[in-house]
Nanobody, 121 residues
Framework: VQLQASGGGLVQAGESLRLSCAAS????????MGWFRQAPGKEREFVAA????????IYADSVKGRFTISRDNAENTVYLQMNSLKPEDTAVYYC???????????????WGQGTLVTVSS
């Protein structure tokens, strides 16, 4: 599966953004999906994941209550709604697909190219 992330940009603290990740192919619904991010000078970290059906989600503690992951299997797209953004959310955000439902990046088989989110204070 090929993944294309979009929706990043420059926003002020407290504002919102919605990231999208479009998948090619007819197997999107067979993958669990995740979002990860990498800030400058830091390692890539888990943000959120969602099961194949969309019935279950997990979040990093740092984004819980502010970010929401969702998916539309008919549109082959996974979303990340980000509210109440903070400067520390500044990073390149990546979507990824996995056979397993996990917050571990090592279990994800396919990765998108990343989209930059910059939050100014």
């Amino acid at each position: 599966v090929q993944l294309q992330a979009s929706g990043g940009g420059l926003v002020q603290a407290g504002e919102s953004l919605r990231l999208s990740c479009a998948a090619s192919g007819r197997t999107f619904s067979t993958y669990n999906m995740g979002w990860f991010r990498q800030a400058p000078g830091k390692e890539r970290e888990f943000v959120a994941a969602i099961t194949r059906s969309g019935d279950n989600q997990i979040y990093a503690d740092s984004v819980k209550g502010r970010f929401t992951i969702s998916r539309d299997n008919a549109e082959n797209t996974v979303y990340l709604q980000m509210n109440s953004l903070k400067p520390e959310d500044t990073a390149v955000y990546y979507c990824a697909a996995a056979t397993y439902y996990s917050g571990s990046s090592s279990l994800y088989n396919y990765w998108g190219q990343g989209t930059l989110v910059t939050v100014s204070s």
